[in-house]
């Protein structure tokens, strides 16, 4: 990727050399522009919370949970126009703490590393300053003034949502996304056609930074946002972050406003903040003192089954335990990978008395996956089957259950998942369900209370047996399983034929496949199982490049499918 050249006027754009017309300030002022246009001085109140991590560079500040200032506060720091979106349009009055703690300290120019909880409100947070920079800078001509980077597309999409709302009274601005899974052309035609804001996935928006017309869009950038900071760094964007960072203009000579928003400040994110933050960035707590976070505060249980065979009908009997406790009832079921959600898709959609059943991986197509977030999110009663897809980020409202069947990924992705419910001071439940192979994994949950699951449940196989045997893709569940619990061999204990073993259980006793379904070599060598006693190898198929050793990753063996039977709609 060529670096970023600067500011050059290159012709075949009828929009450049003439300026685009946008709404001026309704407050008959421009905001203070003294001091030769530098950023307003700083005069920072931090308080000292806590001796901080690598990454708490700052003092880390914790804002009042009472009292909060209302939006019409901000008439005359921020565009008139701006306000009655906010307040007339999209109904708010009274911002969340992470607003109130945020909002301010960005309008007066200095960067921001926040941490959230999840569903807090934290878009609104960075959009409205950024907004009101481009507004000071008068559109940008059509170029780019804020670049939001979102670790996934869904999370993307729901910002770029957000942004839409608050600029719909500015009919001469554009949001555009750059997220994969639609066609690059068609995002690159909308996003030269005058785009004010973009959001965009990491590796997306690498690809289009190979092509010079978009560095001269960045070229007059205001504003840089990381949403969901960490979870970039726990998918290894790192490297890319890096490489976007040098296609864009040098801040000494476009000096820009930046902000890292996380839900957890890991230490690693010490060098991404010195990174992209400048020297005096603020680091801003916005969970009071003494306040949990959501693994600490929600009522969380476990199931332990002896086998993995079991697990599917432990899953099918708590949910229904808990259907019947409550008329209203939202679960999301995370599952290992996409072979798996396919999987419980279809063990839940086709029991009787289940609810509408969702299911979103990467391997479902993007419009696909945003139907399906859209139906959920708006739903009152469901279940969503996903992976980690939808761990961070993604706000569905008011879901009442997070069931996690299956070894998660890690601490964190247990977490995370579990931040899926309570969010906003709602109340929420967690149910971890293992099998006996599994359990050593709640040494890693050291400090997270798990009690008994209280309701006697009957695991025994024979109760969905038809749904069992009745799928129809046991190679994609038995190249997953290799795959997903190659990976955790510490955990379970089993050497490799002992691995091979229980996967071949799985599909025969479990499935009652009629036969050990056979692998490809070249996934079988990928996978490290190469002349493992008990699988049956077959040559690679024409023309095979072998798709991942880990069944295509945790993502890996998925159909597409995006919405499953049900019974109550």
């Known amino acids: 990727m060529p670096p970023y050249r600067g500011n050059k006027h290159r012709g075949g754009d009828s929009s450049r050399g003439k300026k685009k017309s946008f709404p001026h300030r ?17 005069q920072s109140n931090a308080v000292i919370q806590s001796e901080p991590s690598e990454a708490d560079k700052n003092d880390a500040l914790t804002p009042a949970t009472s009292n909060l200032p209302s939006f019409e506060s901000l008439r005359g720091r921020i565009d008139a126009t701006l306000v009655e979106a906010i307040t007339q349009d999209m109904k708010f009055d009274r911002m969340t703490p992470v607003q109130a703690a945020t909002i301010d300290r960005l309008l007066r120019g200095v960067d921001v590393l926040a941490q959230a909880k999840t569903g807090t409100g934290k878009t609104v947070a960075f959009l409205v300053p950024s907004i009101e920079r481009i507004l000071r800078q008068g559109g940008a001509d059509g170029k780019i003034g804020l670049l939001v980077i979102s670790p996934t597309r869904e999370l993307a999409l729901q910002i770029a949502t ?46 289009h930074l190979s092509d010079e ?49 996380s839900a957890t400040i890991p230490d690693s994110l010490g060098p991404v903040a010195k990174l992209i933050l400048n020297d005096n960035y603020e680091n801003i707590s916005t ?36 259907i019947a406790k409550s008329k209203e009832f939202k679960i999301i079921v995370f599952a290992p990978t ?19 059943v969702s299911l979103l ?27 980690d897809v939808i761990a961070r980020g993604i706000d569905f409202p008011n879901v009442t259950h997070v069931f996690q069947c299956g070894l998660p990924m890690d601490r964190e992705a247990y977490i995370h998942r579990l ?13 971890l369900i293992l099998a006996e192979p599994e359990k050593r994994f709640i040494n890693s949950l050291r400090g997270i209370e798990l009690k008994p699951y209280p309701t006697p449940i009957d695991v025994g196989a024979g109760n969905i047996q038809q749904q069992l045997t009745s799928y129809d893709s046991p190679k994609k569940i038995y190249q997953a399983f290799l795959g997903y619990y ?42 490290g199982l190469k002349a493992v006693k008990g699988l049956v190898v077959i040559p690679n198929a024409p023309g095979s490049g072998g798709r991942g050793g880990r069944g295509g990753g945790r993502e890996g063996g998925g159909r597409g499918g995006g919405m499953r039977g049900g019974g109550r709609r």
């Open 287 to 322: 969970i009071p003192k003494g306040e949990a976070n959501t693994h600490l505060h929600v009522p969380q249980y476990l199931i332990v089954v002896p086998t993995m065979i079991d697990l599917a009908p432990a899953l099918v009997a708590s949910i229904q335990a808990e």
């Open 162 to 207: 957000e942004a839409k709302k608050l600029l719909q009274r500015y009919p001469g601005f554009s949001v555009c996304t750059a997220i994969g899974g639609v066609d690059k052309n068609k995002e690159a035609r909308a996003i030269y056609n005058g785009c004010q804001i973009l959001v965009a996935t990491p590796g997306r928006l690498l690809d």
């Open 486 to 527: 190659k990976t955790f061999q510490k955990i379970t204990s089993w050497n490799v034929e002992e691995l091979v073993q229980q996967a071949n259980r799985f599909v025969l006793d479990g499935l009652g496949a009629p036969e050990v379904p056979a692998l490809e070599k070249n996934i079988v060598g990928k996978m």
């Open 213 to 261: 017309e978009m560095q001269f869009r960045l070229s007059n950038l205001t504003s840089l946002v990381l949403d969901e900071a960490d979870r970039m760094l726990d998918m290894g964007f790192l490297p890319d972050i890096k490489k976007i960072l040098y296609a864009l203009p040098p801040k000494d000579k476009v000096p820009r406003q930046s902000m890292l928003f």
């Open 361 to 387: 991986h990467a391997r479902i197509t993007q419009s696909k996956r945003t139907k399906v977030t859209e139906e959920f999110r708006k739903a009152i009663s469901g279940i969503c089957i996903a992976t």
């Open 419 to 431: 931040g899926r419910t309570a969010r906003a001071e709602a109340s929420g439940f967690g149910i």
């Open 26 to 42: 309704q407050d008959g002022q421009r905001p203070d522009q003294t001091n030769n246009g530098a950023e307003p001085h700083l």
């Open 338 to 356: 996409a072979a798996h959600v396919d999987f419980y898709g279809h063990v839940l959609s086709t029991t009787q008395g289940m609810p509408n």
